[in-house]
């Protein structure tokens, strides 16, 4: 099965902080997403990726950078973190397909 | 407007029972579905796709797709305890955008 780690698993900061979420997958996916996943709403897109250098908007893409360095590395980037962006943050990989995704076990994200 | 909708939010079923859960697309762009899986502290994970019209059955996992009207749904016989979870109907694009719905709360009582 695919492999996809985040880290941290556990990120608290303050409002106005800068943070950044990592993603690492070993199977040669050409596909990366970020998502984040919140009680009433579901999994919602922030950014995709096609491939190193590449990068696609989501629906919730305000407040959030990404960057994908290398086919196996995706960075998700809060510069200025606010209250509303605490969430549970997932990122998936595939490899185009089916394009069945494979996620990361989340990291949970509290900015206070 | 949410792209994907998903209903019911919450379904109860007895253990050995059947449970429907039902999910609609609005955008035609988006004719490609998955149905993923939850379970509490972990990520989701895939449980099947359907891209043509008609049944697809994968052991006691049924999905039904309905092109035209870009309708989809997931039937599990024999529902068991480990079934209960969060379940997520997933649609894509040809541009490999996948988007999510809100989910359905599964409890299957033993």
């Known amino acids: 099965e695919a492999a996809v780690t985040q880290s941290p698993r556990n990120k608290v900061t303050v409002t106005g902080g800068n943070v950044t979420l990592s993603c690492r997958q070993t199977?040669?996916?050409?596909?990366m997403y970020w998502y984040r996943q919140d009680t009433g709403h579901g999994l919602r897109l922030i950014h995709y990726?096609?491939?190193?250098?590449?990068?696609q908007i989501g629906d919730v893409p305000d407040g959030y950078k990404a960057t994908r360095t290398t086919q196996e590395d995706f960075f998700l980037l809060l510069e200025l973190a606010s209250p509303s962006q605490t969430s549970l943050y997932f990122c998936?990989?595939?490899?185009?397909?089916?394009?069945?995704?494979?996620f990361g076990a989340g990291t949970r994200l509290s900015v206070l | 407007q949410q792209k994907v909708q998903q209903s019911p939010e919450s379904l109860s079923v007895p253990e050995g029972g059947m449970a429907s859960l039902n999910c609609t697309s609005s955008?035609?762009?988006?004719?490609y579905f998955w149905w993923y899986r939850q379970h509490s502290g972990e990520g989701p994970k895939a449980l099947m796709?359907?891209?043509?019209?008609g049944d697809k059955k994968e052991g006691r996992f049924t999905a039904h797709l309905n092109k035209a009207s870009l309708h989809v749904s997931l039937h599990i016989r024999d529902s068991q305890p480990s079934d209960s979870a969060l379940y997520f109907c997933?649609?894509?694009?040809?541009?490999?955008?996948?988007?999510f719905g809100k989910g359905t709360h599964l409890h299957v009582l033993p």
């Open positions: 998936a990989s595939s490899d185009g397909g089916e394009n069945t995704l494979y």
């Open positions: 199977n040669s996916h050409n596909y």
């Open positions: 990726s096609y491939g190193a250098g590449n990068l």
């Open positions: 955008d035609r762009n988006f004719q």
């Open positions: 796709s359907i891209f043509s019209d």
């Open positions: 997933a649609s894509g694009t040809n541009a490999y955008k996948v988007i």
